[in-house]
Structures are given as C-alpha cells and as structure tokens.
C-alpha cells in the first residue's frame, strides 16, 4: 500500500503564469539586500579584523628572542629568563586588553554615529585607535564619520589607512570614492569604484549605481559652469531667470503674485542653462519653503486662489526636471515632497491630480527618476493615492495602474513591498472589495494582475494568503464576476490567475475558504471559455487535496468526466491541471478509479500522457495509473501495452524528478501485484533490481 505517493506540481513545478525561476528572483532579492546593508548608514559592527594573528606572531618573536639570548649570553640567570618571560606576557596581556578597549569604543562610536553625533564618534573612533593601531574597522568607520562631517581630506587619510591594513577593503573605496566626487575629483573618484569592481566583481550593481552618480553629479557640474558664464555673459534668458528668483524671495505677498512669477519662470525653462540657474540659484528652496505656496499646498481645493498657484509650481517642476537628473534628485530631496506628492495626487481637485499626476509619470520615465521616486516619495501613500484613480475616468485609472505597475516591476519597489506588505496589504484589499460595477474593468484587471505578478514572490504570498480579509476579498469578487460573467469575464480571468497562485501555498489550513474557492471553480467548469475554463482546473487541481469532502462534491458534480474531456481536447496547461485533478481524485476515492477506467478506454489517455515531455504530467499520470490498478481486472486490459517499459524507464532514473520516479516505481508495483503477468514482464527486462531499490527507497520515511 503505497499511500504517500507524491503529488506532483506542488510548489515547485508550476506557475503557470508567473514563470520567472523563482531562485533568479530570490537572488535578485539578496542582492538588493545586500546592496541594502551595503550603504546602510550604521558604520559595521565588526569589520574583518587584520588578518594576522597578533598573539601568535608576538609568541613566536618571544620563543625566538629566548632562543637568540641562550644561544648569546649562556650564562643569563633563571630568574632574569623568567622576568624576560613575565614582561612578554604582561606586554601580550595588555594587547588583549586593548583590543578589548578599542572593541568598545567602536560600538560606543558606532553609537554615537547612529544617533547623529558625528563629532563624538570621531572621538571615540580615534581613541580606539590609540589603543590599537592597526583596527581597520575604526579607520573606515571614522572616515564615514568624517564624510558625514563633510571633512572629505581626513576620510580620504582614513581609508588610505584602512587599504594599508587590508588592501582589498572595498568598503574603504567607498567611502573614498565618495569623498573624492565630494571634492569634485571625478576621476579619482571613478577609479576607486573601478577598484572595487577589480577586488569584488559581486559589486557589480553598487558599483554601476555609484558610477553613474559619478557621471551624473560631473555633467551637473559642467552644466553649472556653463550657466554661471552665460549668465555672466549677459544672456537675457539666464538674467531673467536670477531675477525671477530674486523677485520671488519676496515674503508676504498675495498668492497671486507667486503664481504670476512661477508661470513666467515656467515659460523661461527653454533649456538646460535656465534649468540649472534656477537650481543654482536655490529655485526649488524659494518655491518649496516660501509660507504663502505651502499654505496653498495644504489648503488644496478649499479656493480657487490656491488651486491657482499649487498648478503653477507644479507645471514649474514639470519644466525644470524636465530631462534634468539634478533638478530631479534637488526636488525629490526637497523636505515634505515625499508626502506632499502623494497627497497632490490623491485630491479630488482635477486640475492639481491631472499636473501631479504627470509630474510622477515625467519623473518614472527613467531608471533614475524611479530610483529617486522609490527611495524619496512615501510608497504607502503613493499607492493609496494611485489606486484611488480607480474611482475616476477610464483613462485616468488606466493611467494610473500604467504607473503603478512599471513602479511595482522595479526590483527596489518590490524590496519594499515585501517589507511593508502588512500596511499595505489594506489598501490592496480595498481594490479587491471595490465594486467592480463602479471600476474600469480594465484597470482593475491591470491591478489584480499586478498583485498576480507580486504575488510570485513566495513571502509575499504567504503573507496575502495568510490575511483573511484578502482571501475574503478575493471570494468576494468572485462571487460578483460569477454574476455577470460576459461583463467581467476579463476580472474574472485575472483574479484566478491570483487565486491560483495563493494555492500554491501548501498545506491547506483554510480548508472553508478553499471548499468555497473549489465550489465556485467547479461551477466555472460549465464555461465556454477556454481560459476561465484552464484557470478554473488549475485552481481546483490545488484546491481540491484540501478537503474530502470537497472531493466528493466534486466528484458528484462530474469533474471526472470534465477533466476527461481536458484531456482529449484542452491545451498542454490544461491537460496538466487536469491530470493532477485527477490524480488528486483517484488518490482518495475508488469511485474516482472505477470513472477513470469507464471514461479512458483501456487507458489509451493515460498511456499517452505517460510519454509526455512533461514530467509533471508523467508524474501524476503514473499515480493515476497506479491508483485505478486497485480495480479488479483493470491491469489486465494493459496486458498488450508496453505500459512496463514505459514506467521502468521512468522509475529507473529518465525522470529529473524523485517524485516522478517515485510515482512510477509504485505504479509498477500496483501493476505486478494487480496481475503477475506483468511481474514476468519486469523480470524478463531485468527491472526487479531497479523497482526494487526504488521501491526501498519509498518505503524508508
Ligand atoms: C511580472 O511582470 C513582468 C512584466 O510583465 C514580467 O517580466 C515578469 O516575468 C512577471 N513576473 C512574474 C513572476 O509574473
Ligand atoms: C591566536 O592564536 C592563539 C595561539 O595559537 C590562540 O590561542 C588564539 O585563539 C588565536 N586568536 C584568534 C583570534 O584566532
Ligand atoms: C579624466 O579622465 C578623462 C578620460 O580619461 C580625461 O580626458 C580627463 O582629462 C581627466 N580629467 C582630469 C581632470 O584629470
Ligand atoms: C531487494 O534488495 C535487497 C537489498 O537491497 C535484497 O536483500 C533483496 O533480496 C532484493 N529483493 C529482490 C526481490 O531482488
């Protein structure tokens, strides 16, 4: 009785329609982490020590001392020896005990740093470093400490230290290739990051991030230059533009008059020279910190006034970032943008969303501005605020899950996401409970599948599958599309690719929840639609190994007969979702067997399905056999086939996967047992040996 055969297409095997390899993903994440940690802001807890060990080098220069002063002076005292003996091991005492100090005043520094207090961690790191001189820790430490200071020469010192200790402390290059951009030296700047490419090729993607920093801060810097001559040289526009400025320093005046000045500045942003003048020239702290504007912020749609002068300074912005990567990042650094954004997007006022609106689409275009958007902007209320254009035109919701979903494909946002799904997850729900009436059918379809596409990520999944008022959701709008499925037939479709994908979390712990899934699923079944059709099998196929009962209402609703007909005539997907269906049904009720035996004329659908590239296929095709030869007399109708062969070559190593082999080697078992015939038949191919040791190996838990 070989009941713990292995279903196969669990977790492993299929994702139907998430087929990125899960372990590419997982190693994208690790490496975002680890980009992450990498230029987190706490200096290290321990770095690398020196890799020498100290003790045992002062030993040996001791044993060796000892052995050149007997060799020298024979006639030195016992007792002289024996103090030699004692200095050496006070003065390796005292080494220990200064490491321990310098130790401890690395995490006091470390403190210190991470409370802000740069200048004390200067300290401490630097009275570390009296007690040990060589801790390269504290030498790159204390020159992240002196980067923040923006002391860039004494960083620079530091890690030249730090490199004479270790001369492949990449973290050493960093810190000196920031304080050379620091003090402008491009160059320098760029080969230190070179450097740690040579050392650590694995850095790749820090490095290119870090270079590219390089290269965007030089042409701003160039670009400056350039300003500062032409406005120097008396060009008109470039004057305008310092004069604007200064006029808009004015504090006090009416809204009016800031709105007046900022369209025309608007109007000036011709080119880069006026884009980089208004930088220069403090533009974006004038606009953003002058009181008058941010009262007109945070009093939006309360009067026309207001209205008036928060489009103004939004179309300005639109104009001077308009292909400026440092105006981009001097907005985004601007104190308040990161919610004040959000909130601009998520008001009712059509004029403030549609320019917001347009603001963040300028802004993601490129792989700069989104990183700058990610790291800058509250997502939580981005978000929100975007799939609140659910409740506007078609157009406007179609944009907005556009945006969203180009954001949420980036690898930064969905590090994020996965942090901070739990407040999130509420705001996802809500799309799910929206009344798909009142929605654009095709940007909710472009939501769910968003979150399909999310929920790829097995974290992720996890934790939607775990909260029930998702999973409710997500019963709930079934439950609505099923109402009208020529309407949202599309939702319908996009939300069981979802569903499928949050039963691939095995076992079953909700079994209510599934059996209501599996009930709905085996209505769908009645649908002319083939993919509904293909979605619908998919999700009962792991579904149904929930519940028995769930199996017998299946089974009393004919699915033996519909995932027959799958076979003869469905696609590849789904045939496999109907085979584990099967499977899954035969596995637990005889009625299922005595069906598939009445349906599958001796067996030629199995059979073939045998010889499937597939293996998961092959797999669940073989327990299926393996399951209907417990009907007496069922074996003999394979006495003509070449069913042995088939199943030997599977179960002797063809298949990649253990559970396959598995699953052949017990429907091979079942097949001699059911009719000795085929015992003769296995002899004759040499194959006991071979279902022998299979066999043992399932037998041993
Ligand atoms: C998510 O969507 C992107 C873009 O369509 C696609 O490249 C990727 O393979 C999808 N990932 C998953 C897991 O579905
Ligand atoms: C250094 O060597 C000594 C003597 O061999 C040993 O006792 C000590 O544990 C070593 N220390 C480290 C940090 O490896
Ligand atoms: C930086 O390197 C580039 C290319 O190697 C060179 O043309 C340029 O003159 C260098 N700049 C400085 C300031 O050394
Ligand atoms: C199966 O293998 C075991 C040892 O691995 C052996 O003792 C036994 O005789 C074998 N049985 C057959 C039928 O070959």
């Not at 005990?97 to 004390?120: I, Q, S």
């Not at 078609?394 to 901070?420: G, I, Y």
């Not at 396959?660 to 091979?668: H, K, R, S, Y």
């Amino acid at each position: 009785q070989c009941t713990r055969a292995p279903l196969v297409g669990g977790t492993s095997l299929i994702q139907e329609m998430n087929s990125d390899d899960p372990r590419i993903q997982q190693k994208a994440i690790l490496e975002t982490e680890q980009r992450l940690l990498y230029t987190e802001e706490v200096p290290e807890e321990d770095g690398c020590r020196t890799t020498l060990n100290k003790t045992t080098i002062n030993q040996l220069i001791i044993i060796f001392g000892f052995f050149s002063l007997i060799l020298e002076i024979t006639l030195l005292s016992e007792a002289f020896l024996a103090s030699m003996e004692l200095d050496a091991k006070e003065r390796a005492r005292r080494r220990r005990e200064n490491r321990v100090l310098a130790d401890a005043l690395k995490d006091k520094g470390n403190k210190a740093f991470a409370r802000g207090d740069y200048n004390a961690a200067v300290l401490c790191y630097s009275e570390g470093l009296n007690k040990v001189k060589d801790m390269k820790v504290l030498y790159t430490n204390r020159a992240q400490a002196y980067l923040k200071l923006g002391d860039y020469q004494k960083a620079i010192v530091d890690c030249e230290w730090a490199l004479k200790c270790d001369e492949k402390c990449t973290k050493a290059y960093f810190h000196m290739g920031k304080a050379h951009l620091a003090l402008k030296n491009y160059n320098m700047s760029r080969e230190c990051y070179q450097k740690i490419l040579e050392i650590s090729p694995k850095l790749q993607t820090q490095v290119k991030d870090s270079l590219n920093q390089v290269n965007l801060q030089e042409k701003a810097d160039l670009q400056e230059k350039e300003a500062q001559r032409l406005l120097d040289s008396g060009k008109h526009a470039a004057v305008t533009v310092k004069n604007l400025l200064e006029t808009l320093c004015k504090p006090d005046q009416n809204p009016l008059f800031y709105a007046g000045g900022i369209e025309i500045l608007t109007e000036m942003m011709k080119d880069c020279t006026e884009q980089t003048l208004f930088r220069t020239h403090n533009g974006f702290s004038i606009i953003s910190e002058n009181e008058v504007v941010r009262r007109c912020f945070s009093t939006t749609g309360k009067d026309v006034v207001g209205e008036t002068v928060c489009v103004s300074v939004l179309r300005l912005w639109q104009a001077v970032c308009s292909g400026n990567e440092e105006n981009q990042r001097l907005l985004l650094l601007c104190p308040n943008l990161g919610r004040l954004l959000p909130s601009l997007l998520a008001t009712r006022l059509l004029t403030v969303r549609q320019q917001s609106f347009a603001l963040l689409l300028q802004l993601t275009q490129t792989d700069y501005g989104r990183s700058l958007v990610i790291s800058h902007l509250d997502l939580t209320r981005l978000l929100e605020a975007l799939v609140s254009f659910l409740d506007f035109s078609d157009k406007e919701a179609n944009s907005a899950m556009a945006l969203l979903t180009d954001l949420a494909l980036d690898e930064r946002f969905r590090v994020w996401f996965q942090a901070n799904l739990p407040g999130v997850l509420p705001v996802l729900t809500g799309v799910l409970e929206r009344d798909p009436m009142v929605t654009s059918p095709s940007a909710l379809c472009r939501c769910i599948a968003l979150m399909g596409n999310l929920s790829a990520e097995a974290a992720v999944r996890r934790q939607m599958f775990a909260s029930e008022e998702f999973r409710e959701a997500c019963l709930g709008l079934m439950a609505r599309c099923e109402e009208d499925m020529d309407f949202f037939r599309e939702v319908m479709y996009t939300l069981l690719g979802l569903v499928m994908n949050l039963c691939l979390q095995s076992p079953f712990v909700y079994e209510v929840w599934a059996v209501e899934v599996s009930r709905k699923c085996m209505f769908l079944l009645n649908s002319q639609d083939g993919g509904i059709l293909t979605r619908a099998a998919g999700v009962l196929s792991r579904t149904l190994s929930s519940s028995r009962k769930m199996v017998e209402e299946a089974l009393r609703a004919g699915v033996v007969k519909k995932m027959i007909k799958f076979l003869k005539t469905g696609g590849q997907t789904a045939s496999r979702y109907a085979i584990k269906t099967l499977a899954v049904c035969t596995n637990s009720h005889y009625e299922a067997r005595e069906e598939v035996i009445r349906l599958d004329k001796k067996f030629g659908i199995l059979m073939k399905l045998l010889s499937s590239e597939d293996e998961m296929v092959v797999g669940n095709a073989a327990l299926c056999l393996g399951n209907c030869m417990e009907v007496p007399y069922a074996a003999s109708s394979l006495l003509k086939t070449d069913v042995v062969q088939v199943l030997l070559k599977h179960a002797g190593g063809d298949a990649q996967e253990t559970a396959v082999q598995l699953n052949a080697g017990i429907a091979l078992g079942k097949l001699c047992t059911a009719e000795p015939r085929f015992a003769a038949q296995l002899r004759e191919l040499h194959g006991i040996e071979i279902l022998n040791s299979t066999m043992k190996y399932v037998a041993d838990p």
